[in-house]
T-cell receptor
Framework: GAGVSQSPSNKVTEKGKDVELRCDPISGHTALYWYRQSLGQGLEFLIYFQGNSAPDKSGLPSDRFFAERPEGSVSTLTIQRTQQEDSAVYLCASSSRGTQSYEQYFGPGTRLTVT | GQQVMQIPQYQHVQEGEDFTTYCNSS?????IQWYKQRPGGHPVFLIQLVKSGEVKKQKRLTFQFGEAKKNSSLHITATQTTDVGTYFCAGASGSARQLTFGSGTQLTVLP
């Protein structure tokens, strides 16, 4: 595709429910990143995939958060038993296998609201 | 772990004034990137700096990477209303593909 796409664009869910967020990276990009951004705040790193493996899961806030990228392209971020503090914009980014240039291309984000 | 500090958090300027945001890392960086996020939008890549002391220009924007590769700055000359947004620096260490983002500087340009 022309850019990184994410779905849904908005999600309102009740506390305690599970949600699944999807990211379609730019075709051919091997690296994929998930970030979380609360209103007016910076980007909080969640997880990074290289292909279908996740070398760095250190940013996942709790064991309620799970991400996968089974075929090295599309990725899903699942949040189980959502809490109000999970409300934020979840951003996905991808980058290509370059030598020094690791610029990240961001998707439009999924705005999650937990009521 | 690596930390990237960015100041100021907020900056209001009159249109035509200059603007600078500063970024400092707790560790030596292999490269630093700058992103711009318009209100309601997502971060968009602006530039990458790799070499010690490197200076790059994009029209009214000037980017610098410190000699020690631990700090960077973005300077905008004669701001315009189209410059409004939040500017983030993001640093990488070694061969790591992961970026650590600064907290951002939110720029408001008053007409």
């Amino acid at each position: 595709g022309a850019g990184v796409s994410q779905s849904p664009s908005n999600k309102v869910t009740e506390k305690g429910k599970d949600v699944e967020l999807r990211c379609d990276p730019i075709s051919g990009h091997t690296a994929l990143y998930w970030y979380r951004q609360s209103l007016g705040q910076g980007l909080e790193f969640l997880i990074y995939f290289q292909g279908n493996s996740a070398p760095d899961k250190s940013g996942l806030p709790s064991d309620r958060f799970f991400a996968e990228r089974p075929e090295g392209s599309v990725s899903t971020l699942t949040i189980q038993r959502t809490q109000q503090e999970d409300s934020a914009v979840y951003l996905c980014a991808s980058s290509s296998r370059g030598t020094q240039s690791y610029e990240q291309y961001f998707g439009p984000g999924t705005r999650l609201t937990v009521t | 772990g690596q930390q990237v500090m960015q100041i100021p958090q907020y900056q209001h300027v009159q249109e035509g004034e200059d603007f600078t945001t500063y970024c400092n890392s707790s560790t030596t960086l292999s490269n630093i990137q700058w992103y711009k996020q318009r209100p309601g939008g997502h971060p968009v890549f602006l530039i990458q700096l790799v070499k010690s002391g490197e200076v790059k220009k994009q029209k009214r924007l000037t980017f610098q990477f410190g000699e020690a590769k631990k700090n960077s700055s973005l300077h905008i000359t004669a701001t315009q209303t189209t410059d409004v947004g939040t500017y983030f620096c993001a640093g990488a260490s070694g061969s790591a593909r992961q970026l650590t983002f600064g907290s951002g500087t939110q720029l408001t340009v008053l007409p």
